[in-house]
């Protein structure tokens, strides 16, 4: 599917932020470790949460979807003599935190995805896991995983490589299901959506904080306690509608029930800093994260400097980040931003190609870019560009095009059902020309 965008000014409106895609997965995984029934409102209904969903039917859990609300119900089917199947679609959260799941369940299991997941590296999780005890096989260290069932081990240290929530929650996810004494040192902190859940339900958990980092110890014999739970909406898909407000003329746009979670919404800071005007209104906390409306209004952008501590907070963000720096007066550099290459796409090559499109300049390492903005940038002949079939990249370049003459089409949208299934009518509803077509 392809879609397009073109200039878009007055930019007005109040929108409701979309579930948060990792919550809403969290929240039916973790859901599954309950004895009690629970509902589950304000689920993200898109492709990778509905993966998740459906891997966990498979793995014997019965998840009714009525209305709007998810319910869990407790009943299990007993799958313990059989192989289980999950398909996990483009989802890499779900992949890698019901594996954890499986191997702390001593089951037997084959995991996949689709092309792009089955490309992304998942030794990350499979040499921890299996230094904890699970034997799991894999195709060159990705996908399709093969779990042969097996005992873990009863405790278990270990020291994050990466700053990774998706190996953070795999881990602690194995280890509540086996009933292992856990501890991670965390040298880089990354999203804590799991720690406040398992919390949130009971989970004897506790998170140590030092200077620049954090041990996490989770302990044995969690007893969770059934309780309904409240996702909160997506900072990620937000960050979509704060940059096109940003970066468009006369806009003015609210959005209302948006997570901003100390872990993942940095970008709020560092748009601050480029000169954004952005108002934090009605902050309260739902189901231990935190959430407020976020009012956004055009601003003249500058650049600034972001270095390797913030990509933790960043990460997601980093594509629509790179949208704002082309509009931004003089240079934007995001350094240590390696992980970038295994996302969905190798993203700083997505962002690079879509860049060398609209005719921005750029600088580029492994791991790092340098944006040159112009606040005056713009498009005066028709572009084409390739999302890489990265939802992300999708939405970012349709952002883009919103300050252009001419149009920015952009191909292979259909990804963006995996984080924002109303992504078109959400802009449409502000004003904003965004079309498939
Ligand atoms: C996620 C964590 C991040 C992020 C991904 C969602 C999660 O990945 O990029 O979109 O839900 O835990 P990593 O933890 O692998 O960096």
New binding site residues.
């Given amino acids: 599917m392809k879609a397009s965008s073109k200039r878009s000014n007055n930019l007005q409106g109040t929108v409701s932020c979309p579930g948060d895609?990792?919550i809403s997965?969290?929240s039916v995984i973790i859901g599954s470790l309950l004895e009690e029934d629970i509902q589950i409102s304000g689920f993200l209904f898109a492709e990778d949460p509905l993966s998740t969903i459906g891997a966990l039917r498979n793995l014997g859990h019965e998840i009714e979807i009525n209305d709007d609300m998810v319910l869990l119900k407790n009943t299990r089917k007993n799958i313990y003599d059989k192989k289980v199947f999950c398909n996990l679609g483009n989802s890499?959260?779900g992949f890698?935190?019901i594996a954890g799941l499986i191997a702390g369940q001593e089951i037997n299991a084959e995991l996949t995805g689709d092309d792009s997941l089955c490309k992304r590296p998942m030794n990350r999780i499979i040499n921890p896991l299996n230094e904890m005890g699970a034997k799991i096989e894999s195709n060159k260290g990705c996908a399709p995983l093969i779990f042969n069932k097996s005992q873990l081990v009863k405790e278990f240290l270990y020291e994050m490589p990466?700053?990774?929530?998706?190996?953070?929650?795999c881990l602690l996810l194995a280890a509540i299901s086996s009933n292992m004494k856990l501890t991670l040192h965390e040298k880089k902190v990354?999203?804590d959506?799991?720690e406040r859940m398992l919390k949130y339900f009971g989970a004897n958990l506790t998170t140590k904080k030092y200077e620049g980092g954090q041990d996490i110890i989770l302990d044995t014999n969690n007893k969770l306690r059934g309780k309904d739970y409240s996702v909160v909406g997506d900072f990620?898909s937000a960050s979509f509608l704060i940059v096109a407000a940003l970066i468009t003329k006369d806009s003015s746009i609210t959005i209302k029930n948006v997570g901003i979670n100390e872990t993942r919404c940095t970008l709020i800071e560092i748009l601050k800093i480029m000169g954004a005007d952005i108002n934090i209104k009605n902050r309260s906390i739902c189901c231990d994260e935190e959430v407020a409306d976020i009012e956004v209004s055009s601003s003249a952008l500058s650049g600034i400097s972001i270095e390797e501590e913030s990509i933790?907070k960043i990460?997601?963000e980093i594509p629509i980040l790179s949208i704002a720096a082309c509009f931004a007066e003089g240079e934007t550099s995001i350094t240590g931003a390696g992980?970038l290459r295994?996302?969905e796409s190798d993203r700083l090559m997505a962002i690079e190609e879509g860049l060398k499109r609209i005719g921005v300049s750029y600088k580029s390492s492994d791991d790092s870019i340098v944006i040159m903005g112009n606040r005056d940038l713009n498009v005066s002949k028709e572009v084409n560009i390739d999302s890489f079939g990265d939802h992300r990249i999708a939405m970012s370049f349709l952002i883009a095009g919103l300050r252009f003459d001419s149009e920015v089409h952009v191909n292979d949208c259909k990804n963006i059902d995996t984080s924002f299934p109303r992504f078109f009518e959400t802009f449409a509803s502000l004003g904003a020309e965004i079309k498939t077509a």
């Fill in positions: 895609k990792s997965q969290r890499g959260t890698r935190l990466i700053a990774s929530a998706q190996l953070k929650s990354s999203r959506h799991t990620s933790p990460i997601d992980e295994f996302k």
